[in-house]
T-cell receptor, first 109, second 115 residues
Framework: SQQGEEDPQALSIQEGENATMNCSYK?????LQWYRQNSGRGLVHLIL?????REKHSGRLRVTLDTSKKSSSLLITASRAADTASYFC?????????FGQGTELSVKP | GAVVSQHPSWVICKSGTSVKIECRSL??????MFWYRQFPKQSLMLMAT?????????EQGVEKDKFLINHASLTLSTLTVTSAHPEDSSFYIC???????????FGDGTRLSIL
């Protein structure tokens, strides 16, 4: 069963704007991961944040984790048309990943 | 970076055929591999977890006799869809993990279409 809920389900922005996606989960976790999927392709790992971390950065990506609220957010700054993809959060509670429903991001040039 | 190769990328075959999908970790040893199924516009559903040299652990509702998984080496796992039917048509994705608490690395998926 799916653990994560993501919102929004779809997001459309202009190039250069920031995109924020949110993820909520239900059970305790070891870490939370964000993945990107281009249409018809496999998933690309973006960032992993451990349960004892609150914020992590990687290039234009910023991830926050609030274990008290069981939620995480992914911020993509200065978006580009090439960022158009589906983004999934996934919680790791013991080796298995449970994926959220995903956010479909469209960045218009 | 870690590379996972999945083959074939696309299969079209007749109902009743068995189809084998391979998942290889090219530059690292994968103690654990995972098989997922994804329907259009939906998230990934974990089907089974495969550990090298032992039997796969299937998720609830996944038929182990229908979806045969073999993980014979630290770099190769296979999923065989036996006697496939149109309802088995889907996008199947594998992933591989070197050690626990590390990211999973995904193959590019296999689109299976059963006529």
């Amino acid at each position: 069963s799916q653990q994560g809920e993501e919102d929004p389900q779809a997001l459309s922005i202009q190039e250069g704007e920031n995109a924020t996606m949110n993820c909520s989960y239900k059970t305790s976790i070891n870490n939370l991961q964000w993945y990107r999927q281009n249409s018809g392709r496999g998933l690309v790992h973006l960032i992993l944040i451990r349960s004892n971390e609150r914020e992590k950065h990687s290039g234009r990506l910023r991830v926050t984790l609030d274990t008290s609220k069981k939620s995480s957010s992914l911020l993509i700054t200065a978006s580009r048309a090439a960022d158009t993809a589906s983004y999934f959060c996934a919680t790791d509670g013991g080796g298995k990943l449970i994926f959220g429903q995903g956010t479909e991001l469209s960045v218009k040039p | 970076g870690a590379v996972v190769s999945q083959h074939p990328s696309w299969v079209i075959c007749k109902s009743g055929t068995s189809v084998k999908i391979e998942c290889r970790s090219l530059d690292f040893q994968a103690t654990t591999m995972f098989w997922y199924r994804q329907f259009p516009k939906q998230s990934l559903m974990l089907m089974a977890t495969s550990n090298e040299g032992s039997k796969a652990t299937y998720e609830q509702g996944v038929e182990k006799d229908k979806f045969l998984i073999n993980h014979a080496s630290l770099t190769l796992s296979t999923l065989t869809v036996t006697s496939a039917h149109p309802e088995d048509s889907s996008f199947y994705i594998c992933s591989a993990m070197g050690t626990v608490n590390q990211p999973q690395h995904f193959g590019d998926g296999t689109r299976l279409s059963i006529l």
